[in-house]
């Protein structure tokens, strides 16, 4: 597809062919968030693929490198219509530190939690400093991953319980980020049967919405719980939102495999959860998707291929979601439908997810991976990804902002 370089507004735009025209989103020339150093690996994990946030006119991207020798949290910001982020700001601290999830605030604040040293810590960041340090004692845990609900800061999390892992929440003050006696518990009160992995969390005001990777029936499934926020502790008993095979179908073990699901709230109370499903083992791990049912005994609905039939026999991997408050939703992830590693998009218009387009200044030559996106209030998309030029090279992450060009039909 032809490239065309437009000016709109003053911004420097790629429009890919007539085809955009069509298309929510006209997109920016990619920037350079950090990277680029000889031996440095950035990674964009964290748990939910929360690594991006937008509070206000202020867009930052939290990532974990090793530019020390040793793998710390960044965070790097920039304001919306700057054309370059600010230097790199170490988060953690002097241990290894892994997984930054980011929430953004109001008035240009986020909040980032993280694992250092086997324990959950996690601080304020504003336009001029950054908060003290809040360690969360007890057991080890791992994979942080954050959402607001009223004034609380609410934080998911895999915690060490005797053999497995189990998911618990922890509830926050947002006024100087105190932790709240009594606000902590585990999501899913059943005895433990096996690990419980990689949570996430959205709130919908009312109704609080935890998932997370469980492998109970001795594969890796997809489980979900509710709360309510009078009693954010007391939830549903745990469903199943990944379908299964029957087993006459199943030919390989016990099931097939799920991997790291994802949230994003989109219209006032709806939800969409997002992951990589292995149900076809001939092709690989492809994107699927539900949507949160609130007036159903069945929390979440049937599950549905976000990818177009070109995704073929290519591998789609790194699911992340976004949504707003008009109704947008969409998902991107990264395959190798072209030879080579590529950031895809794609969304929702009438029930109908699109046909997949190369996110522009995501593909080519090289490996464009681990994409992490969100939607601001105007329904503007921000996109971080790491860039790779060969397949174990040092990487660079990047970023690209997409105007939203209309509204939902």
């Known amino acids: 597809m032809k490239i065309i370089l437009v000016t709109f507004g003053g911004l420097l735009l790629w429009v890919l062919s007539l085809q955009v025209q069509a298309q929510p989103w006209q997109f920016a020339a ?46 790097a910001r920039k304001a919306q ?3 370059a982020f600010s230097k790199a700001i170490q988060i953690s601290g002097s241990g290894e530190a892994f997984e930054p999830s980011l929430l953004a605030l109001d008035q240009q604040r986020f909040v980032l939690a993280w694992e250092e040293d086997a324990k959950i810590q996690m601080r304020v960041v504003t336009s001029t400093e950054l908060g003290p340090v809040v360690v969360l004692d007890g057991n080890e845990g791992m994979q942080a991953s954050l959402t607001t609900q ?3 800061v609410l934080l998911v999390y895999a915690r060490h319980a005797e053999r497995f892992n189990q998911i618990w ?24 049967k096996d690990e419980q992995l990689y949570p996430t969390a959205i709130s919908l005001g009312d109704t609080l919405l935890v998932a997370w990777e469980d492998r109970r029936p001795g594969h890796t499934i997809i489980m979900a719980a509710k709360s309510q926020a009078a009693q954010i502790c007391r939830f549903s008993s745990p469903q199943r939102i990944s379908e299964g095979h029957t087993p006459s179908q199943t030919t390989y073990g016990k099931g097939h495999g799920v991997a790291r699901v994802a949230f994003a709230r989109y219209g006032a109370k709806h939800a969409l959860a997002v992951w990589a499903d292995k149900r076809d083992y001939r092709e690989g791990y492809d994107i699927y998707a539900a949507d949160y049912q609130p007036d159903n005994k069945s929390l979440f609905g049937v599950n549905q291929k976000v990818q177009d039939s070109f995704g073929g026999v290519a591998q789609q991997w790194h ?9 947008r939703v969409a998902v991107s992830w990264d395959d190798n439908r072209d030879g080579n590693a590529n950031v895809m998009l794609s969304w929702r218009e009438q029930d109908e997810w699109s046909d997949d387009i190369v996110v522009p200044g995501a593909g080519g030559p090289g490996q464009q991976t681990h ?11 921000h996109l971080a990804w790491l860039e790779r030029a060969t397949l174990n090279g040092t990487t660079t992450l990047r970023y690209v902002f997409g105007r939203a060009a209309k509204t939902p039909e």
């Open 319 to 327: 699911a992340s979601v976004a949504g707003d408050l008009t109704g």
């Open 371 to 381: 994409p992490s996106m969100t939607l601001d209030e105007a329904g503007n998309l």
């Open 81 to 83: 219509t700057a054309n």
């Open 150 to 152: 009223a004034k609380q």
């Open 169 to 192: 929440l922890q509830a926050l003050d947002l006024d100087g980020l105190r932790l709240l006696p009594g606000a902590q518990c585990a999501v899913d009160g059943e005895p433990l």
């Open 30 to 75: 990619p920037l350079q968030v950090t990277g680029g150093q000889s031996g440095v690996f950035h990674h964009l994990e964290s748990s939910g693929r929360r690594n991006i946030a937008v509070s206000g006119s202020t867009v930052a991207v939290a990532w974990e490198d090793n530019r020390d020798g040793t793998p710390r949290i960044y965070l």
